[in-house]
T-cell receptor
């Protein structure tokens, strides 16, 4: 079945450091891939998405490229800020009943 | 962008009380809504999937008589935790999606439920 494997955290970085959070997936077809961010005490917000191979999703300085050959969708940011501290979830859907599959989440803390 | 409103954001009540949580899609028609439960520092656990006008589909291990879900319209779904007990204390999050290819789920801000 479908699944998402996400880099375990927690991750602690200094401000302006480079961020990579790894995400790989297993799917039977051609999924759409998403990154969500959850700030403390809040729900999830869609950060970016990619719907087909080689697509790059980007938002707020974050990027992720849909790599079909490696079944990956790694999240990157060139220079993190304290305000990026949150939990990040990788997710996929194959639109089968709109079911989503989430990774376990990666907690990021950015220190000044 | 798509907005999902979840209410209330926080509930504190006595054991044995029933609690209703509302999830509304404000600017799109949500053919499918999802209810999740999240424990501290853990990922989302899907509880049930509801489609407008039909009975919800519950995940294995989720008591349907305990967690009543109603999806009466394309913009509103409710989760009622019946006769809540301390072990039901958790963070509950709803999400909604429209019927279209590659549509993301849009999440509410969650409800922190604390049962004393």
């Amino acid at each position: 079945g479908d699944s998402v494997t996400q880099m375990e955290g927690p991750v602690t970085l200094s401000e302006e450091a480079f961020l990579t959070i790894n995400c790989t997936y297993t799917a039977t077809g051609y999924p759409s891939l998403f990154w969500y961010v959850q700030y403390p005490g809040e729900g999830l917000q869609l950060l970016l998405k990619a719907t087909k191979a080689d697509d790059k999703g980007s938002n707020k300085g974050f990027e992720a490229t849909y790599r079909k050959e490696t079944t990956s969708f790694h999240l990157e940011k060139g220079s993190v800020q304290v305000s990026d501290s949150a939990v990040y979830f990788c997710a996929l859907t194959e639109n089968t009943g709109n079911q989503f599959y989430f990774g376990t989440g990666t907690s990021l803390t950015v220190i000044p | 962008g798509a907005v999902v409103s979840q209410h209330p954001s926080r509930v504190i009540c006595k054991s044995g009380t029933s609690v209703k949580i509302e999830c509304r899609s404000l600017d799109f028609q949500a053919t499918t809504m999802f209810w999740y439960r999240q424990f501290p520092k853990q990922s989302l656990m899907l509880m049930a999937t509801s489609n407008e006008g039909s009975k919800a589909t519950y995940e294995q291990g989720v008591e349907k008589d305990k967690f009543l879900i109603n999806h009466a319209s394309l913009t509103l779904s409710t989760l009622t935790v019946t006769s809540a007990h301390p072990e039901d204390s958790s963070f509950y999050i709803c999400s909604a999606t429209a019927y279209a290819v590659n549509q993301p789920q849009h999440f509410g801000d969650g409800t922190r439920l604390s049962i004393l």
